[in-house]
């Protein structure tokens, strides 16, 4: 049990970054003024991090400035991504905080109205409450309130904590999953086993739900054989906040276990912007956030990658899309994600993620005809039987393409095939589709298509959605015990021929691999 602890505490065991990989030497020191180090409130701490997309300056315990112009800003903050949040800065006076922002011109650079600029300033607070959240930060400019903000955190972090809506998940007998632990005699600190996943806009109701059952997974799995990576941009609600005040417990409450957090907070990039094409821009945002990966490949040699959703998850879902993943030997395991349904009983939700999905032939899930209706939206898999057998008796069964609201998939690719998201090839006249329909079509021609389904894994985008889904659909654990984990998957190729639609109203047939060989 963690007990409150004082700042200086804190900073004591927390407040060192590594040491810069990649870089010749160590990053570049200045000595601040007397007024920049007076404008600190109370004894310098922890690192107060800037960046303009190339300068990487920070303050440590002893009072030295620190900073990199490098374009690589991991010279010098490691963990920091290209627009990025570092944990650890304390209490600043904000009237002070343009004697700090100087340092920039002593860096040698300036931020620019057209770069992406961001800062983050962590406030530090003392609780007397829920011994877990000691030295709770907030973000500077922050949007909630510091008792929300708190609210939101201990939600996420006690699974005990009703005090906000977050959907009712069942305990599960975690015997199940105990294989999924790394061995003692194989915590190799070189290595982490799973790489959580996010990118989030605008999701704080469904925090406590989401990232809760996520703290779950990994406290159980190990924080030490752990990465958690978050993308966030674009919430005028408050997610950011949350965010901010998140990271640092994660590292108070795991400190011993060292789990790595690499937090993106305020992210610029926008989808749905006028003039951006939006799947360009969802494919930056999702390699953004596998960057850390990119930066220590060897460390990501053999880890699953658990990429989720902003849906209403819980800890057995996570778990037993990496379960089915390892007894099944599969590249990729997806969830099934729904949509609607729930005013009456003639009203059934339909399968969310048609647009991306394709069975094993190459068609969609479910057919949708001429006038784009939703009227067969409930006989899945009409045209492979095969899928539509195992769909039924709930087994997990192999597909093109998914992605469902929740995957879980091997690194080794991305980490050594240069496997990224990306939009469609245009120029070469490839079919326009979504990026994880092409991250699937890569994983196929890069020797990875074992990609499956897990029919015991239903999601819905918010709480209340998510309990209706369960109830109608089951949760893992009503079918843990009556679906047999020894009915293995006979894989086989791809189909020759992979559905086209790049709206719903225009569908084509076109080659599998088109403009890869």
């Known amino acids: 049990m963690i007990g409150l602890m004082s700042p200086t505490a804190w900073v004591a065991q927390e407040g060192d ?23 600190v409130a109370g004894p310098l701490s922890a690192s107060l991090v800037f960046s303009n997309g190339g300068v990487c300056l920070r303050i440590d315990s002893s009072g030295i400035g620190h900073y990199d112009a490098s374009p690589k800003v991991s010279r010098c903050c490691p963990d920091c991504s290209f627009v990025h949040y570092c944990a650890g800065a304390r ?25 992406p600029w961001w800062y983050e300033i962590s406030l530090s607070l003392q609780l007397t409450y829920h011994k877990p959240l000691a030295n709770l930060t907030l973000g500077f400019a922050a949007i909630l309130s510091r008792s929300d903000v708190t609210a939101y955190v201990r939600a996420i972090l006690d699974p005990n904590d009703k005090s906000l809506p977050k ?70 609600d408050g997610t950011a906040d949350v965010l901010a005040a998140l990271q640092p417990q ?46 220590e490949p060897d460390r990501y040699s053999d880890t699953t990658v658990l990429f989720i959703n902003d849906v209403a998850i819980c800890l ?16 990729m395991a997806c969830a099934f994600d729904w949509i609607g349904g729930g005013s009456g009983p003639d009203d059934l939700p339909a399968f969310y993620d048609v647009y991306v999905a394709r069975s094993i032939n190459g068609d969609l899930f479910f ?5 784009i209706s939703w009227k067969r939206a409930q006989d899945m898999f009409w ?14 069964f192999q597909v093109f393409t998914c992605w469902d609201g929740a995957v879980a998939f091997t690194a080794t690719p991305i980490v050594k095939g240069g496997l990224q998201f990306r939009a469609a090839r245009r120029d070469l006249g490839e079919c326009h589709a979504g990026e994880p329909e092409l991250f699937c079509k890569d ?25 209706y889904i369960k109830e109608l659909k089951g949760y893992v654990s009503d079918w843990v015990g009556k679906v047999s984990d020894k009915d293995m998957i006979e894989w086989r190729g791809p189909p020759e021929q992979v559905k086209c639609m790049p709206t719903f109203n225009e569908q084509s047939w076109r080659l599998w691999n088109e403009t890869l060989f």
């Open 250 to 295: 994660l590292h108070v409450m795991n400190r011993q276990q060292q789990l790595r957090t690499h937090f993106t907070l305020h992210n610029i990039i926008d989808p749905l912007a006028e003039g951006h094409d939006r799947f360009t821009s969802l494919a930056e945002l999702r390699n953004l956030v596998l960057q850390p990966m990119l930066r």
């Open 167 to 236: 959907l009712e998940c069942p305990r599960p007998d975690l015997s199940r999953y105990e294989h999924l632990k790394p061995p003692p005699d194989h915590g190799s600190p070189l290595q982490t086993r799973y790489f959580f996943a996010l990118n989030l806009r605008n999701n704080l109701s469904i925090l406590p739900r989401l990232l809760g059952s996520i703290v779950e997974a990994i406290q159980f799995l190990g924080p030490e054989h752990c990465a958690l990576s978050i993308v966030e941009g674009n919430s005028p």
């Open 443 to 467: 994983m196929w021609w890069k020797g990875h298509g074992k990609i499956m389904v897990v029919p015991t894994v239903h999601l819905e985008y918010s709480n209340e959605k998510g309990k």
């Open 17 to 39: 970054w590594p040491t810069p990989r990649g870089a010749e030497g160590p990053c570049k020191e200045w000595k601040p003024t007397p007024e920049q180090t007076k404008s």
């Open 91 to 115: 209490i600043f006076s904000l009237p002070r905080l343009f004697h700090l922002l100087s340092a920039l011109i002593i860096a040698g650079r300036r931020p620019q109205r057209d770069s």
């Open 367 to 371: 057919e949708v005809p001429p006038d």
């Open 316 to 331: 057995e879902d996570i778990l037993e899309l990496a379960h089915q993943r390892r007894i099944q030997g599969a590249d």
């Open 383 to 396: 045209n492979e039987p095969t899928s539509r057998a195992r769909w039924h008796a709930h087994l997990p």
